[in-house]
């Protein structure tokens, strides 16, 4: 692959995570509730995080040990239940319904990417990121079913 390929496909994953950063962030100010309002800011730190990994894989390469990869679970709540517009004082259940469709749109970008690139190092870096936007979407899932769904003395 040419270099500036390469440097197209990490420029535009590096957007994508500001993007993400930026959107959590913006959301984490519509809401009143402070565990969700910690939830987002942390999905913001991750996005964050996400960015730097990027911005080092380009600097210094690949390195296989840089994290362990361990699988996420797919629910599939989101693919499955509308996520709600964006709109000032949202439920926290809103705002995580909303939180996985993001994740779920970030890891189809990086699976995308990946499909196009032949076994190697690039399509192991993309593997990477969407394994790690599958397990920002289990999070916000599972943050999803427990408050739209409360466990009551019944059982």
Not at 52 to 68: F, P, V, W
Not at 111 to 132: P, S, V, Y
Request: aromatic residues 10%.
């Amino acid at each position: 692959m040419k270099s500036e390929d390469f440097d197209a496909i990490i420029e535009r994953a590096i957007t994508n995570e500001e993007e993400a950063n930026k959107f959590y962030l913006e959301l984490a100010g519509m809401v009143t509730d402070k565990s969700t309002k910690d939830t987002l800011r942390y999905l913001a730190d991750e996005e964050m995080n996400h960015k730097n990994y990027l911005i080092r894989y380009k600097k210094e390469g690949y390195s296989a040990k840089a994290t362990k990869m361990d699988e996420a679970t797919n629910y599939k709540i989101v693919e499955m239940v509308k996520p709600p517009a964006i709109k000032a004082d949202m439920d926290s259940k809103d705002v995580y319904l909303l939180a996985a469709a993001r994740e779920l749109n970030s890891y189809t970008f990086y699976m995308g990417m990946a499909a196009l690139h032949q076994d190697g190092e690039i399509k192991d870096m993309l593997l990477r990121m969407a394994n790690e936007e599958m397990k920002h979407k289990e999070k916000v899932e599972y943050l999803y079913s427990n408050t739209a769904f409360v466990q009551t003395a019944g059982g």
